[in-house]
């Protein structure tokens, strides 16, 4: 296969997917939402949300990616829950 095609987390379009899932993210191009990479466990959670909730994380995730490479990560701490000490 030389191509792998995924319905886009965000507007639920099909869209190339960039980079294999080979780590915690994937990195899409979408021609609607652009270049954004989504952690896997999002990928499973977004389908439960809104478009209007959805795009607003990656609205989110794209601010935060102004200082790094500029490839926003979105992921589901975003507008879940913060992180607690629960893990000791
Ligand atoms: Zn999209």
């Not at 980079?19 to 439960?48: A, H, W, Y």
């Not at 979105?74 to 913060?82: E, F, Q, Y």
């Amino acid at each position: 296969m030389l191509k792998t095609y995924y319905n886009c987390p965000i507007s639920d379009e099909p869209v190339h997917e960039v980079l294999p899932r080979d780590g915690d993210f994937v990195e899409f191009f979408c021609p609607t939402c652009g270049q954004f990479r989504i952690s896997n466990k999002s990928i499973t959670s977004m389908r439960r949300r809104s478009r209007s909730e959805r795009e607003a994380m990656l609205t989110d995730a794209r601010r935060d990616a102004q200082g790094g490479d500029g490839i926003p990560l979105i992921r589901d701490s975003h507008s879940h829950a913060r992180k607690t000490d629960d893990q000791r």
